[in-house]
């Protein structure tokens, strides 16, 4: 099935069923997302910025977005952030459609992407390119969009 990419907030179509399967899982992330929108924390409106959702058949089944990193001081750097794909379409290459989108034109406001990923996750981005860190508070993974001459 064709999937469609569209930016999205937490008000749009499917977002509710999607956020209930990801807290039934055991994850966080888009009660966090919806949370921090409503408060005026994160709308995903700065420069560089953006929510997105991915959609099969007109049915939400992933969101991924992507901040200027809030944990660094260092300028140029991105954030992915509430990524989370539905159970039924993973494994199908949902996720790495959706971090490709995510990604496209990245590169014109951040030189490097840093996530923190769940360990179940981690073989998902490395096998994105992201590389594994160690030590970092609140980052497992990075991805470099600049290359260096």
Same mark, same amino acid.
């Given at each position: 099935?064709? #999937?469609?990419?569209?930016? #999205?907030?937490?008000?749009?179509? !499917?977002?509710?069923? /999607?956020?209930?399967? *990801?807290?039934?899982?055991?994850?966080?992330?888009?009660?966090?997302?919806?949370?921090?929108?409503?408060?005026?924390?994160? +709308?995903?409106?700065?420069?560089? @910025?953006k929510?997105? !959702?991915?959609?099969a058949?007109? %049915?939400?089944v =992933?969101?991924?977005? /992507?901040? #200027?990193?809030?944990f660094v001081?260092e300028?140029g750097?991105? +954030?992915?952030r509430h990524?989370? #794909?539905?159970r039924?379409?993973?494994? +199908?290459?949902? =996720?790495s +459609?959706? /971090?490709?989108?995510? /990604?496209?034109?990245?590169?014109?406001?951040?030189?490097?992407?840093n996530?923190? &990923?769940? %360990?179940? &996750? $981690?073989?998902?981005y @490395?096998?994105?390119?992201?590389?594994?860190? *160690?030590?970092?508070?609140?980052?497992t993974?990075? $991805?470099?969009?600049?290359?260096? &001459?």
């Amino acid at each position: 099935m064709d #999937i469609q990419f569209a930016k #999205i907030t937490p008000d749009s179509t !499917g977002f509710g069923p /999607l956020k209930s399967q *990801s807290i039934a899982g055991g994850f966080n992330m888009l009660r966090r997302l919806e949370e921090n929108w409503l408060s005026g924390h994160n +709308r995903f409106d700065r420069p560089g @910025e953006k929510l997105m !959702g991915a959609y099969a058949g007109g %049915l939400m089944v =992933g969101v991924c977005g /992507l901040n #200027i990193d809030p944990f660094v001081p260092e300028t140029g750097i991105g +954030r992915l952030r509430h990524f989370y #794909i539905d159970r039924e379409w993973r494994n +199908r290459r949902t =996720g790495s +459609r959706l /971090l490709s989108e995510i /990604l496209r034109d990245a590169d014109r406001w951040f030189d490097r992407i840093n996530t923190n &990923a769940p %360990l179940s &996750a $981690f073989a998902f981005y @490395e096998q994105a390119g992201f590389v594994a860190l *160690s030590g970092r508070d609140k980052v497992t993974h990075q $991805f470099c969009l600049s290359h260096p &001459a």
